[in-house]
């Protein structure tokens, strides 16, 4: 075995093209900085239309016949991205050149038929690392990630003879354990896959299928965002029900933190008003300016901007944010607020009505858009972050970047990237933000405004924007600790 592994990473989202979250960031960015550490990286993507239509020059290399079960014929296309990425687009346009998101339909539903479609491309991932696959290149690690791969590891224990035909060994990354590809007993027949897997160490779960379940159960390594996270989902609260099985497999199982692209850098972002560094974060304020013209804030240099980009969900902790809205903007210490995204339409509304309510002090961009984001972190004063749960997060760690102290409920990796600050962190020089415990408004509102008060005080902040702008939230870091993963997983007992 050489030390560079040969890696398929399986993924449903890959940025820019595919994106509903971090997913779509972490299988552009981890990649590319493994095969910078040397792996041999091929990424295994449906080919979305977005796909297709960013790289017409994709060429056949592989037809697929219909699999066992329901399960459609498929090609294999290859690409490379502009910074040198091998892409196989798996192709079957019944599947997936649809107009949408990679899970819903412009509608936003869910697509009846998920279970195939993620059925297809775990399929294939697993063929690929079999003896049976259409390639001459055959993987050492199949990276599977999240539920929509979740089922290759399963298709390579019962189907293949893991010592012969499918030595590949496996890894399942766990970017949000709450999504987990749940479908009726009933399509395990349409997968192709045989009676004995619907079992409690198979892929069943409580009466249905669970993609993530399969994935959990049978891949040589799991890992997750951070390392906190690793630790809370093998505890009830946040275990979703996988918990006994997380904390079954707890020596395979390993929290690494994301990095954060290199495109998230204050001094060479092109989409901002004024470029800076922490060298010269005077000019930061023109960021602002150029915010609160962009979003029609009147200009209150006496209030710090709040600002939040999420999607809009109760994991998120939006609704705490609803919750203490008023307070923030009326009562003393006064803040200014902005919101950019989408998601529940509730909370939509809710925001939307907010901004109605308080014209000139609240904005609300409800919608998604990159290049506004990363205004929004240059702009703010004060990022807001309250997550109920938060496997990794990008946000903060954006924010810390962007000298934009964050404002976090201390949970899995806001815990591990923010450092509340108090006067023991101040004097180590650790302190970077605001975190708080129990998941309510008043502990939120506690803690933002203590935000605001150390906003008041221009030196402190200083000090919390430097210490932020210098954490290391490198890809390369990152890539190293899953090099050790893959290692830990080629040396599977036999
Ligand atoms: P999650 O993956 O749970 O949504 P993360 O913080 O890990 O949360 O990643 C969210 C990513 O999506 C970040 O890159 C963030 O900037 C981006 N994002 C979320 N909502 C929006 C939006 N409305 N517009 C632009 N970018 C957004």
Known sequence: MSSAPRVLFVTSEIAPWQKTGG????????????????????????????????????????RMAPPAGTLPASRLLAATTATGMPLLLLDCPDF?????????????RNWPDNALRFGLLSRVAALLASNDSPLDWRPDILHCN????????????????RRGDAACASVMTIHNLAFQGLFPAQRLVDLGLPEAAFVYDGVEFHGQISFLKAGLQFADRISTVSPTYAQEIQQDEL??????????????????????????NSATDPYLAQRYDARHLAA??????????????????????????????EQKGVDLVLAIADQLLDEPPRAQLAVLGNGEAEFETAFRTLAAR??????????????????FEAGAD???????FEPCGLNQMYSLRYGTPPVVRATGGLADTVTDCTAQTLAAGSANGF???PPDGASLLAATRRAIDAWHRPKLWRRLQKNGMAADFSWAKAAADYLDVYRAARHRPA
């Open 23 to 62: 997913l779509g960031d972490i299988s552009a960015a981890l990649p590319a900085a493994l095969a910078s550490a040397g792996a041999d990286v091929r990424i295994l993507v449906p080919a979305y239309p977005a796909l297709t239509a960013a790289f017409p020059e994709a060429r056949e290399i592989a």
């Open 239 to 264: 275990g979703f029900g996988l918990d006994g099985l997380l904390r079954y497999r707890s020596a395979d199982l390993r929290g690494i933190l994301n990095g954060v692209e290199a495109s998230w």
């Open 358 to 375: 308080h014209p000139g002090r609240v904005a609300a961009v409800i919608g998604f858009d990159e290049r506004l984001a990363h205004r």
């Open 146 to 161: 999240d539920w929509p791969s979740g089922l290759a590891p399963a298709y390579l224990h019962y189907l293949y003879d």
């Open 284 to 313: 930061k304020v023109k960021n602002r300016k150029a915010l609160a013209a962009e979003l029609g804030l009147i200009e209150e240099a006496a209030a710090p901007l709040l600002a939040i980009v999420s999607r809009l969900t």
């Open 382 to 388: 004060i990022f807001l972050m309250p997550s109920r």
């Open 96 to 108: 997936f050149a649809r107009l949408g998101g990679p899970y819903q339909s412009p509608g936003r």
């Open 435 to 437: 975190t708080f415990g």
